[in-house]
Each structure stands twice: as structure tokens, then as C-alpha cells.
């Protein structure tokens, strides 16, 4: 029942903690012509990508499905800023202002205030 459920959507955000999931997500969003804002959290690291249609930028980052929050655990405060940089592209995409993450993925290192962003 997607279709029916982000028919009046803009905008997708993934906060699921599934790769497979996150794979299906991009599937469905691409199918619907809407941009993805995925996010993903592992210990004191994240990462952040808007994918629009057509990127499949998450084959590229998953492609060996390897899931490593298990092994990391997950701080309380690494969901909230991860979280909140994917507000931040959900408004730029919507208000078509500054630069988005498409084709790229924000790497987050809270550990060490550590920011690089890899373009694909």
C-alpha cells in the first residue's frame, strides 16, 4: 500500500534501520518520482544522501549490505544530529535552496567533529 500512502508526499525521509528496507525505499521512491532523504547511524558516526530519482546512490553505499550498528551500538545523540541534517535537506529540497546532497553521502564522525562528504 505505498503508492496510497505517498501519494500526497513531497518528499521521502528514511529513518528505518533495515538495508533491505533502505533499498526498497529508494526502489519505491524512484518508481514515484519522489527524492529520498536517507540517513544512517553506527556508534558515534552517521551519513546522510538525498537521493533524487534515478540516483540509486544506495547500491553504491550498500553493495555489500553490510550493517555495522550492531557491532557500534548507537549513542542517544547520533540519531538527533543525523536526523536533523536530514531535515535540513528535506527543506532545501522543498524551498529549492543551496546545494543538496544528491550523488553524494555526508559521512558524520561525532567522535572526532570529522565531516567528509564522498561524491559518487
Not at 534501520?17 to 518508481?31: A, P, R
Amino acid at each position: 500500500n505505498y503508492t496510497k500512502i505517498l501519494a500526497e508526499c513531497d518528499v521521502v525521509v528514511d529513518a528505518v534501520d533495515s538495508i533491505d528496507t533502505k533499498l526498497f525505499l529508494q526502489d519505491i521512491c524512484e518508481k514515484l518520482n519522489l527524492p529520498l532523504i536517507h540517513g544512517a547511524i553506527g556508534g558515534w558516526y552517521g551519513q546522510v544522501s538525498t537521493i533524487m530519482p534515478g540516483d540509486r546512490t544506495l547500491d553504491l553505499v550498500y553493495k555489500n549490505k553490510k550493517s555495522i550498528e550492531k557491532e557500534l551500538g548507537n549513542p542517544s545523540f547520533t540519531p538527533g544530529t543525523v536526523a536533523s541534517i536530514q531535515v535540513a535537506e528535506v527543506l532545501k529540497v522543498l524551498l529549492n535552496k543551496g546545494e543538496i546532497l544528491s550523488k553524494k553521502l555526508l559521512f558524520k564522525d561525532l567522535l572526532n567533529h570529522d565531516y567528509e562528504v564522498l561524491e559518487f
